[in-house]
């Protein structure tokens, strides 16, 4: 298992390929990392799928409809842009034109995705598993995608 160094800011998801820890950065993204808290909490990520996939670049989830179309019941989030840079493992939050319209979906960096620096924020990274990220099926819109099975917080892993 991955050195858990903050438990309440570490994610614990498991996918179809299986278990992918990632590190929450709430000093980078602190209403990010507390909003995708209280989703994980919900259960709203559990059996979502990874609706949008492009090789050597993302693959992104957390669309309830699994099409990109959609996000959770509260409203759209301020961006909380940051100098972290979009490289492999980076979890970032997917958004539309609006900066201020990141709701619930993300997407974690398969490789460097620098022209993204600045625009999108960046709440987290994979620490352990990108073999299982690296795995998920390719494609926009992806046929037969690969999902998410559950997302814990590991504080609450007991």
């Known amino acids: ?45 559990d059996g979502l799928k990874f609706h949008r996939v492009i090789e050597g670049f993302m693959a992104q989830t957390g669309c309830p409809h699994g099409t990109g179309t959609g996000g959770s019941h509260y409203p759209d989030l301020a961006a909380e842009f940051n100098s972290e840079p979009h490289v492999r493992g980076t979890v970032s939050m997917a958004r539309a034109a609006d900066p201020h319209s990141a709701n619930s979906q993300f997407f974690i ?20 598993g990108m073999e299982h990220i ?3 099926k390719r494609g926009e819109p992806v046929h037969d995608p690969d999902e998410i099975i559950s997302i814990k917080v590991a504080a609450d892993m007991a």
């Open 1 to 45: 298992m991955a050195d858990i160094k903050d438990p309440e800011n570490t994610l614990i998801m498991d996918t179809t390929h299986g278990r992918v820890v990632i590190e929450m950065r709430p000093d980078l993204a602190p209403n990010h990392v507390a909003h995708i808290k209280k989703l994980v909490r919900e259960g709203f990520y």
């Open 109 to 128: 960096c398969f490789d460097d995705a620098r022209f993204l620096d600045n625009q999108y924020t960046v709440w987290g990274k994979v620490i352990e």
């Open 134 to 136: 690296d795995k998920i």
